[in-house]
């Protein structure tokens, strides 16, 4: 009977252990193409959100002029450049931890940019890209701006 028990559990972790999904180390579909060069920017993550009914993650990015004016601590100098870049995507179910959703496709990248303070005075330059070849898309920003620019930091320790 011994036995027996012990075949079961060998059988059993023996087949638990294959695995016909392959690890996939890099998110090709929520990627942003190596074109658009998202690195330069430079860009910190300011805060993250998810839309339930829309079934979107995004995550806001900024240049620290930007994140401390967020946090009411504008810097002396206000002649630095702003800049404030909204990623979203769609969701999908994590194949490796359950539960778990993570960035599927990307669908639109926002940016925000300004040479003063955001203010309404403020010259503020909006640009949307949609699309996995974030191909640019005229629309009317204000109320995004505004959407964005209410955005609350993340308290990061």
Not at 28 to 45: G, I, W
Request: proline fraction near 4%.
């Amino acid at each position: 009977m011994k036995n027996l028990i012990v075949y079961l559990l060998l059988c059993l972790f023996i087949v638990s252990c294959g695995s016909k999904k392959e690890y996939e180390a890099v998110n090709e579909n929520a990627s942003l193409p190596e074109s658009f060069d998202f690195n330069a920017m430079n860009l910190k993550v300011v805060t993250s959100s998810i839309n339930h009914k829309k079934q979107t993650m995004m995550t806001l990015y900024g240049n620290d002029s930007a994140i401390d004016e967020l946090k009411d601590h504008p810097e002396n100098d206000n002649h630095k450049e702003r800049i404030l870049a909204l990623i979203t995507w769609s969701q999908k179910e994590d194949p490796y931890w359950y539960g778990a959703k993570i960035p599927n496709h990307l669908l639109s990248v926002e940016i925000v940019k300004s040479k003063e303070p955001f203010s309404e005075n403020s010259e503020i330059l909006y640009q949307k890209y949609e699309g996995k070849e974030l191909r640019k898309v005229n629309a009317d920003g204000r109320d995004r701006i505004r959407t964005i620019l209410s955005m609350k930091p993340s308290i990061m320790p």
